[in-house]
Structure formats: structure tokens, C-alpha cells
């Protein structure tokens, strides 16, 4: 993918208006024209808290935002119609559309069910410490909003492995479901707490053939209704490898398209699983680069103590560049939210720097930085917090300089542990190709690094602006490229 890039459209504390869907058909050709390719979206279905639901509590599937279910028809981002028309006019921008699907668990059943279950420690899975016992949980699924349309499968407590809710004594708790289709959970990778299948809500049972068989049937009516051209896995270092493996070559088979994949396994210092689950899914599936989202992270904290040398070291991209989603930030990192790991602001430039303007990985941009966002939410404190995260200046010319300049061999000169720099020599296929990007988290400096002969003579800039002198190329190609402390400049051909 030639410098492709992906926007997140949303965030966590997106209004729940009604509004998503429509403001994302308005912005599809100003998005295709300020340099990105590809845009993933929210869950478009309804979740168990209707209209305020982000999606991630998943309900009914088949529910787009056309039924009367949990108080609502509409989602928190929109119809249904307004669904289907967005995508269309994204992709008549000349944008591929990647939907989140939420597969891992359900929640708001309609009824309750007598289950057996047994008990099992929080932090250790694979011990019960009751002995099989009958309780009364929320797994039945009977949609009656939606009357059978699309889909008549009930989901009953055989389709599920685990609840942590008896709503006979009101107890919370994490219980293991007894049914015909085994007893205790199932294999996934990822083995903290012992076993990490069970994450929320009511966990689906991927060992029911029944269940496999239906989600099949539902990629199907999915695509063929909304038309996406590729999907984000939410949660997957809790769900059965292979259960991907069998869905994905399904629709990959049926429709002969490649349907782009990428898939949250949020391990941020543990990459050796996640080339196990590279591994195990055969490279299909492409993967969030945690660890260098932790590596962000990490820098933006310890400033100039940082060692930006080691910046790529441990990550996806380094090891798997093929495979790995590069990011600065997502709607699970940001202040306030469950897995908040935020990268301080004055660094997310220089992180920008880092994914779009290098060969290596596929970029994706989070909402926020290029539209801002206000919200009000109770952090761990249990206080009440007020953030706003401001648009991020210069992003824009990022994407302007990784579309059209940020081309040709790329040569690293990583020597100072507070400065590093590089350059990408350019390109015939792109007239004025080439650029030098110098970042410095300590003080003023500069970097000697070579362009490259074919620039001699040419008048360089800083398209950051933070410099107003200009750089004339010498003969040998090779420049004294200057930075400001804290900060990065992109040094490229001066346009008349």
C-alpha cells in the first residue's frame, strides 16, 4: 500500500446525537483529499445500552439502527440508512471503509436462564473454588424488537462460556458455563490470569458449531448490506484463534476479496504473544503496534531521559512492518478510559513523525488529534474530571508531506540518545520527493545527514515552520539539518 493511511472516525466520548454517520459522509472528500486512504468506524450495531451504547457491548448484530431495542432505533452514531449512505459516499471519495466488529461477548439479554456453572478466581481462571452449582444468568437472546427479521437463531446459555452476573442472588462474580459443548473455557493465547478467555458481559462459546456457523451467516448479510472493504477485531487476545482463521477465509472465499483485517491484541510489552498470534493465524490478520504506542507513551513521560534510539526497539513494526498498525493513540488510551496510556501532547508530533513519514507500518490517526474533543468523565480517583485534547497542529502538513514527498530510500541517523533523524532520498515517480525529518526531545540541535546528490542545488525548508531560513543543498548532497528542543522539523523542496 503505497503511503496508505487510516483515520479512527470516532472516539470514545463522542456525543451520543445521532450524528456520526452523517458527519463522516460530510468530511468523506475533504478526508480522501488531506491524504488518508482508509477510515475504520465504531461498531455500527446496537448495544445494550441502546442510543448511548458505543458498540462494544454488543446486543443484536442484525441491528443496524432500524429496530426499537434497548430504548432506541437509532444507534449512538446514526440509521441504518444513514449508515449504508455514508459508506457509499465514502467510498465514491475514493476511501475504503473498515467496520469494528464486536464478537467476543454479548450483553442485555432478554431472558434469564438456569445454568450450571462453577466459580473461578479472578486472577487465576483455571481455578474453581466452587463446585458446579445452578444460577440464574441473563443468556438469552431473543431479539423481540427485531421479530426474527434477517436472523431467527436464539442464543441461549449453549452458546456461551462464561457470566459474571447471577442475577437469582445478585452476585457478581466470574462463572464458567457447563454446556454440552465443554466444560471450562476455551483455548486462547493469551494466558494471563491464568486463562484470559472471559473478559465481559456474557462470553461467546466459539466450540458451539452452531454459533460459528451463524456469525458466518451474519459477515454475510453484514457485508452485503453495509459494503465495508475490511474490519478491526475487537478483543481478540480473548477469543479463539482459529475461530478468525475459519470466518475470515469464509467471506475472503465467498466474495474473492481481500477484506484489509487488523486486530486489537493490546499487549503493550509483550510481543512475543503477539507473534504467536501471528503465527497461529497464519499472517492473516494484521495487528495494533502496542508496544510502540507504550514506547510513545513512555518517551512523552521521561522527556529528554528517553533514549529516542530505542524508540522502535520490541515493536511490531520492527519485526512484522508487514503486519503492524502503527498508532499514536485510540479510543481505549485516551484520558479517562480503560486502558489509559496517553501520550502527552507536546511528544504526539514527534510521534506523528515517527509512523507517517517512515517506510515502515501502516499509520493510523486518532479522531481527536484532528478534530479535538471536550468531555467530562469519573476517573480512577473517582472525581469527576473535565479534558479537552486540542487539535494537533501540524498533523495536517504530516499527511500533505507522507502523500506526496516522504518517498525514495530511507537511511537512519539514530546516534544521539536525544536526537535522531532521518531521510527518504525521493523518488522519480514523484516530482519534488524527499525530505529530511530531524526530532529532538532535549535542546536545539542539528543533524548532518545526507540527501543525496540529486537535491544539489535545491532550496530546502522546514515545513514545520519553525524555521524561516532556507538550506541549499550542496553538491555532495549532505546538509546540516536543525531542530528546535522538544520539537521536529521536516526539511523538504522549497514550492514556487
Known amino acids: 500500500m503505497d503511503n496508505y493511511t487510516m483515520l479512527q472516525f470516532f472516539e470514545w466520548y463522542y456525543p451520543a446525537d445521532g450524528s456520526l454517520w452523517n458527519h463522516f459522509a460530510a468530511e468523506a472528500g475533504r478526508l480522501k483529499s488531506m491524504g488518508f486512504d482508509a477510515v475504520w468506524l465504531p461498531p455500527a450495531h446496537k448495544g445494550m445500552e441502546g442510543g ?21 432505533v437509532r444507534t449512538k452514531y446514526g ?3 444513514e449508515l449504508i449512505a455514508a459508506v457509499k459516499q465514502a467510498q465514491e471519495a475514493g476511501l475504503n471503509v ?4 464486536v464478537l467476543n461477548h454479548m450483553g442485555g439479554a432478554d431472558e434469564k ?5 462453577r466459580e473461578v478466581t479472578p486472577e487465576n481462571r483455571n481455578e474453581f473454588v466452587s463446585e458446579p452449582k445452578q444460577i440464574e444468568a441473563y443468556t438469552k437472546f431473543t431479539f423481540p424488537g427485531r421479530g426474527g427479521k434477517y436472523s431467527e437463531f436464539v442464543w441461549d446459555y449453549q452458546c456461551f462460556s462464561g457470566v459474571d452476573y447471577n442475577a437469582g442472588t445478585e452476585e457478581t462474580a466470574i462463572y464458567s458455563i457447563q454446556n454440552e459443548y465443554g466444560d471450562g473455557w476455551q483455548d486462547v493465547l493469551d494466558l494471563e490470569n491464568g486463562n484470559f478467555d472471559y473478559l465481559m458481559l456474557s462470553d461467546i462459546d466459539f466450540r458451539n458449531p452452531h454459533v460459528r456457523e451463524e456469525l458466518k451467516r451474519w459477515g454475510e448479510w453484514y457485508y452485503e448490506t453495509v459494503g465495508m472493504d475490511g474490519f478491526r477485531l475487537d478483543a481478540i487476545k480473548h477469543m479463539d484463534p482459529q475461530f478468525f482463521v475459519e470466518w475470515l477465509d469464509h467471506l475472503r472465499g465467498k466474495y474473492n476479496r481481500e477484506f484489509y483485517t487488523v486486530g486489537e491484541y493490546w499487549a503493550p510489552y509483550d510481543l512475543p504473544s503477539m507473534h504467536h498470534y501471528i503465527e497461529s493465524t497464519g499472517g492473516r490478520i494484521s495487528l495494533f503496534d502496542a508496544p510502540l504506542q507504550g514506547n510513545f507513551f513512555r518517551a512523552s513521560k521521561e522527556r529528554e531521559n528517553f533514549d529516542l534510539r530505542s524508540i522502535f526497539e520490541n515493536t511490531l513494526v520492527q519485526t512484522h512492518p508487514e503486519l503492524a498498525v502503527t498508532l499514536v493513540e485510540n479510543h481505549d488510551t485516551q484520558p479517562l478510559q480503560s486502558l489509559e496510556q496517553t501520550v502527552e501532547h507536546w511528544f504526539r508530533p514527534l510521534a506523528y513523525a515517527l509512523i507517517l513519514l517512515r517506510e515502515a507500518g501502516y499509520p493510523c490517526v486518532f ?5 479535538g474533543s471536550t468531555y467530562s468523565d469519573e476517573g480512577n480517583d473517582g472525581q469527576l474530571h473535565d479534558i479537552t485534547l486540542e487539535k494537533l497542529e501540524g498533523l495536517e502538513t504530516l499527511l500533505y508531506v507522507r502523500k506526496n514527498i516522504s518517498y525514495g530510500q530511507q537511511s537512519d541517523y539514530f546516534e544521539a540518545q536525544d536526537s535522531i533523524g532521518w531521510v527518504r532520498g525521493g523518488d522519480d515517480e514523484h516530482e519534488n520527493s ?11 540541535t542539528a543533524r548532518n545527514m545526507e540527501i543525496g546528490g540529486r537535491h544539489a542545488g535545491k532550496t530546502f525548508v522546514d515545513y514545520m515552520g519553525h524555521f524561516d531560513h532556507e538550506i541549499i543543498i550542496p553538491e555532495n548532497g549532505w546538509a546540516e539539518f536543525p531542530v528546535k528542543g522538544g520539537s521536529l522539523s521536516v526539511w523538504a523542496v522549497k514550492m514556487q
Open 79 to 81: 440509521t441504518k440508512e
Open 113 to 117: 436462564e438456569t445454568v450450571t456453572v
Open 98 to 101: 473498515y467496520s469494528d466488529i
Open 434 to 444: 524527499g525530505c529530511a525529518v530531524v526530532l529532538s526531545i532535549g535542546g536545539d
Open 367 to 371: 479522531y481527536t488529534d484532528l478534530y
Open 52 to 72: 448511548k451504547s458505543s458498540g462494544y457491548d454488543s446486543y443484536d448484530l442484525y441491528d443496524l439502527g432500524e429496530f426499537d431495542q434497548k430504548g432506541s
